[in-house]
């Protein structure tokens, strides 16, 4: 189980092929059953008719600072984009991940030559959360063009790397969590609520400076990693150190839950045991 923090540039082409294979599998699985597929696609289409109704209801009687209407309606753009990006890729494999501790199933990720960080967090995302993902993009092109905004690379580029960031973030969080069932084999749904807060994410921080001071420090940490990609994104004053701490403390944080990862296995009794 002794394996590198970081995976070897090598082995990046290799990895993308086994994704490949997850996703068109899923893809296979999905299409095989097309009543369930269609539910599914409702689903998430209902999903985002609820985000899209409540930020309606909330404009008028939330002071989202100096976010106006049409930079909200390109903030939930960018916040769907990220949110079915991390459903997309890594919610299947760190939902199952707690019974495969459970059910010995850990055991046959462990033994493949493959980074097990990898191999138990991507189990290939649904169709539906692809689609999810693509109305998001359509609702920032449409807010952007609306704003009169005019492309930029820097601030574009930036926004990549902050939303990639972001996602990566809220990754090793939610893994962090999940991994905890290595020590505390019972945890349950509790390893499953850090899901539950990405809803913090549809807010810019500036909703949040009237709430009393638990749920500020709560949400702030869920609200902050969308609203600096959205800000780049919006070509507002692109203030470099913000985008360099950001990006500091992503990959110290997510080093963090790595080593965390590797120094919880070495303490794991396999369930054949």
């Known amino acids: 189980m002794g394996q590198p923090v970081f995976i070897s540039m090598k082995t990046i082409k290799k990895y993308l092929t086994i994704f490949k294979l997850l996703v068109s599998t899923r893809l296979s699985a999905d299409l095989s059953f097309r009543v369930s597929f269609l539910a599914t696609i409702a689903g998430s289409f209902c999903f985002i008719v609820l985000y899209i109704a409540t930020l309606v209801l909330l404009m008028p009687y939330v002071n989202f600072g100096p976010w106006g209407k049409q930079e909200m309606w390109l903030f939930l753009g960018v916040f769907l984009i990220f949110c079915y990006t991390v459903f997309y890729l890594f919610w299947r494999g760190l939902w199952h991940f707690p019974e495969n501790v459970r059910n010995g199933r ?3 990720y462990l033994t493949k ?5 990898f191999f138990v967090s991507i189990a290939g995302g649904g169709l539906h959360n692809l689609c999810a993902m693509i109305f998001g993009i359509i609702l920032v092109a449409w807010s952007f063009q609306n704003l009169g905004l005019s492309f930029n690379v820097v601030n574009f580029i930036s926004f990549i790397i902050t939303l ?10 939610a893994f962090f969590f999940v991994v905890l069932n290595l020590r505390f084999s019972y945890l349950g749904e509790a390893a499953y609520e850090i899901w539950d807060f990405q809803s913090f994410s549809r807010y810019p921080t500036d909703a949040f400076n009237n709430v009393p001071l638990i749920g500020y420090l709560i949400a702030i940490p869920f609200s902050v990693i969308i609203t600096i990609p959205a800000n780049t994104l919006l070509l507002k004053d692109l203030r470099i150190m913000e985008i360099l701490v950001f990006f500091l403390a992503s990959l110290i944080f997510m080093f963090l839950v790595r080593k965390f990862w590797f120094h919880e296995l070495k303490h794991y009794s396999s369930a054949s045991s």
């Open 106 to 108: 850990l055991d046959f």
């Open 164 to 173: 990639i960031l972001a996602i990566l973030d809220f990754y090793s969080l």
């Open 113 to 117: 030559p493959l980074d097990s960080q």
